[in-house]
């Protein structure tokens, strides 16, 4: 896989320039969803180079993450004249670097791409480690190819419009990457006051947060072992997420997985020693400030059914990355029903009540 470039800027119009400048494109073209067409897109715009880039803006929200909005980007680019010297821009949260980065990695077989998040969460995830896709026959990210950015540009300043929930959705990709990482990343990170939410206080753990991502993703960037790492509370954080839709109670992606990691790290502690401690310190950050999801052991059974068609699974087992330690990372992790059920109890009487 190519590597990819992954900017923190300190000067975002002039890194902009630089990357748009390492391309001898042909063409430029933006992506946005109809947020960062009015929020974010005036910025890019200020640069001469993409100041008459066709811009086209695609519906915002997971649900449109679909085979027709992919369709209507080739469209978009195809009728402006698209080639493979092309060059497009995504500019939005994960649902259009995913989007965009699908849509220009398979046009034309393949046309040079920059992602620009601009939420926390894609910054921290989607938009770092090439994978692209889009939803597809109900299932999310069902469909898509792993093909990194050239460059990732981060402004930070652009998280200053998301709402308390979004930002915070996004620190749970930061708490699990300092899970999985070093004792002294967990002290910075769970340090963090996730109630004031400074924008300058949290550069620094971007910054060396996403170093994480890369560092796992330079090792094994096709998922066949460690960067499966990254799925460290997704297991039953996804399950968690689709419940949520299920009961038309629907809640944020990170949600979901500071959830998720709940349950994970009761897994840990029990299968493999994990400090309780850290688990009850985990316990009151997530409880202090994603709340809880209330479900009952009624859920139990359709929680875990969703677990076994987690599509990270091999052969029907539910497959976990669990950790013995922060930083002990111990992949393809089985697990029995009761065991789960245990982590579920876990979190019921620790947030979920
Ligand atoms: N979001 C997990 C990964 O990129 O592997």
Redesign the pocket.
Known sequence: MSTQAVIVCRDFLSELQKSIGNHTAESIFILTDENTYTLCLPLLKQNNTLANSPVFSIRAGDSHKNIEALASVWQFLSDNGATRKSLVITLGGGMVTDLGGFAASTFKRGVRYINIPTTLLGAV??AV?G?TGINFNGLKNEVGVINPADTVLIETSFFASLDHQNLVSGYAEILKHALIDSDSEWEKVSAFNLQQFDLDNLRPIVESSIAI?EKI?ALDPY?KNI?KA??FGHTVGHAFESISYEKEQAVLHGYAVAWGMICELYLSHKLLGFPKAILLQAVRIIKESYGSFVISCNDYERLYELMTHDKKNDNKEINFTLLGGIGDIRTNQNTSQKEIFEALDFYCDSVGL
């Open positions: 995830d989607a480690g994978k991502k993703v998922e960067r990254l799925n």
